[in-house]
């Protein structure tokens, strides 16, 4: 049995999938978010675990030999893996479980109050829904998850300073202590890499234009679906930031190794996963590599809050000059602001396939 024909907007427009969901008696998805054979979970997986990096931020402060260690681990794993998990990283437990179950309450609120805060087409991307769904053709495959983005600062925007969340209580006093913990994590993870390159530890924070770079928080809640196989929670895509930093309880999230989506396991309890995006990708020349990603979906809900550090909308990501040698590494992208670099994105469709938009910015 489907959807009840009493809800046929639900097949329109941009579908509140969780709405659907509670709303209809499904044992089958809807067409729109079918997707081909060849983009389903089942197509090219491996159910193993990927034993990605597991860096223990403790260690910087032991001795000087825990330090060298850290710097080195992290170094290898942006350049082999693109990913890594941190632990012991500094932001509090406490925080990142507030920041969890404010999701949870969010995402329990009825349609009508969660509709409050939907995005404003005149306010960036900050707001309830799927924000990029918006641009794309009305024929393309729809993902199976809503959505709440928070920008960290609305002062460096004053067109997004509409939004503050106040239901459920506490929400947005509880995301200016979380984003801010998250932001000098980020801070403190550039500035490792930035020692590792024998820079000072402002080095690439700086490339992303020091102050001017802000911090995109997605709350993305995936719904229980009746027939996970078919659909995907999150296409495949490369985050267009320098950094992101996501916290998950439930497994969901692949990364594309060698060929294979693999699963990002979830064994260490508080820890972050950490990946490179685009922005670092061309800032260090193609040194570091910002890896291809996707979520996929069970028959039970789970969420996930990616952080994304991102530079100054006025900032051009070009190579650094630092990383770049006329001779033996000359610079091998030409230099691009975010804006331009996601307009591109979204008007070639990138962000739903394997195809990577940051190959179109090679020199």
Known sequence: MGVPDEHPELFEGLTRVQHMVEK?????????????????????SLDLDLQIPVIDMALLTRDSQGKKQVL???????????FFQVINHGVPESLMDAAMAMAKKFFALSAEEKEVY?????????????IFEEYRKPDEVKEWLDRLTLDLSSARDP????????NPPGFQEMYDEYGKAVYELHKKLLGIISEELGQAPDFLYSKLGG???FMRTMFNYYPPCPQPELVMGSAPHADACALTILQQQVPGLQLLHDGIWVPVPTSFDHAFVVNIGDSLQIISNG?????????????????????????????????AVEMCDPITNPPIYK?????????????????????????HFRL
Request: a positive charge; glycine letters at 8%.
């Open 24 to 44: 209809g008696v499904m044992d089958h998805v809807p067409e729109s978010f079918i997707q081909p054979p060849h983009m389903r979970s089942a197509a090219r």
């Open 72 to 82: 080195a681990d992290i170094t290898r794993a942006c350049e082999q893996y693109g």
């Open 118 to 130: 939907k995005h404003q087409a005149a306010s960036g991307a900050v707001g309830y829904g799927r």
């Open 159 to 166: 067109s997004q300073s509409w939004l503050v969340i106040n």
């Open 211 to 213: 102050e001017k770079a």
């Open 287 to 319: 040194r570091f590599k910002s890896v291809l990603h996707r979520a996929v979906v069970h028959n039970t809900s789970r969420i996930s809050i990616p952080n994304f550090l991102a530079p100054g909308v006025d900032i051009l990501m070009q190579p």
């Open 335 to 359: 230099g691009v602001t975010l804006s331009d670099f996601l307009k591109f994105v979204i008007a070639e469709g990138y962000g739903r396939s394997e195809s990577r938009a940051v190959e």
